[in-house]
């Protein structure tokens, strides 16, 4: 059975740096792209990040520049390392598997990460 | 980078039909994929590839993709439709391949 569980967010003052983790089961993180995506409260969803299986990695504007996705291929899980927090970075951020085509078919249960003072 | 737009709302009474459109720049030309999502909850696929649908979604639940238009549509709608819509599209040649449209909240009266 396919799951994805994220762990790492919390209340981060601005300015501040927090790593998500997304531990898989069921498959291989490193056989398949992964994605972030993040909701705001209230708001619709935004894509974050994604890196592919040959390890290619792209970022939504927003996000450029100050986040960063990996994989840890021995542990079967991937990260998302933030630094420089903004208040607008506050949402629940889901970690997602995409298929070939681009559709996600199996996302996380979300954390919640909080940047406020 | 490239839009995706839906409508805020569609209001729909049990057993009718729902159709929620998602409009982009020759978005006939993409791959469309949509997705359901309720009150905190995590979405759930609902069609891939314009209008095929996983395992364990049910037939009511349909999509098409032509022009600048494409389209979910819901028949029979019960109560536990309601939810939040999103329509995506990839596009792995891009540095901003995924792209989520708006999102629609489908009411049922």
């Known amino acids: 059975e396919v799951q994805l569980v994220e762990t790492g967010g919390g209340l981060i003052q601005p300015g501040g740096s927090l790593r998500l983790s997304c531990a898989a089961s069921?498959?291989?993180?490193?056989?398949?792209?992964m994605s972030w995506v993040r909701q705001a409260p209230g708001k619709g969803l935004e894509w974050v990040s994604v890196?592919?299986?040959?390890?290619?990695?792209y970022y939504a504007d927003s996000v450029k520049g100050r986040f960063t996705i990996s994989r840890d291929n021995s542990k079967n899980t991937l990260y998302l390392q933030m630094n420089s927090l903004r208040a607008e970075d506050t949402a629940v951020y889901y970690c997602?598997?995409?298929?070939?085509?681009?559709?996600?078919?199996?996302w996380g249960q979300g954390t919640l990460v909080t940047v406020s003072s | 980078s490239y839009v995706l737009t839906q409508p805020p709302s569609v209001s729909v009474a049990p057993g009718q039909t729902a159709r929620i459109t998602c409009g982009g720049n020759?978005?006939?030309?993409?791959?469309v994929h949509w997705y359901q999502q309720k009150p905190g909850q995590a979405p759930v696929l609902v069609v891939y590839?314009?209008?095929d649908r996983p395992s364990g979604i049910p037939e009511r639940f349909s999509g098409s993709n032509s022009g600048n238009t494409a389209t979910l549509t819901i028949s029979r709608v019960e109560a536990g439709d309601e939810a939040d819509y999103y329509c995506?599209?990839?596009?792995?040649?891009?540095?901003?391949?995924?792209?989520f449209g708006t999102g629609t909240k489908v009411t049922v009266l």
């Open positions: 997602a598997r995409g298929r070939l085509g681009g559709y996600i078919d199996y």
């Open positions: 069921g498959f291989t993180v490193s056989s398949n792209y």
């Open positions: 890196i592919y299986s040959g390890g290619s990695t």
């Open positions: 020759n978005i006939g030309s993409k791959s």
């Open positions: 590839d314009d209008s």
């Open positions: 995506q599209v990839w596009d792995s040649s891009s540095d901003h391949p995924n792209v």
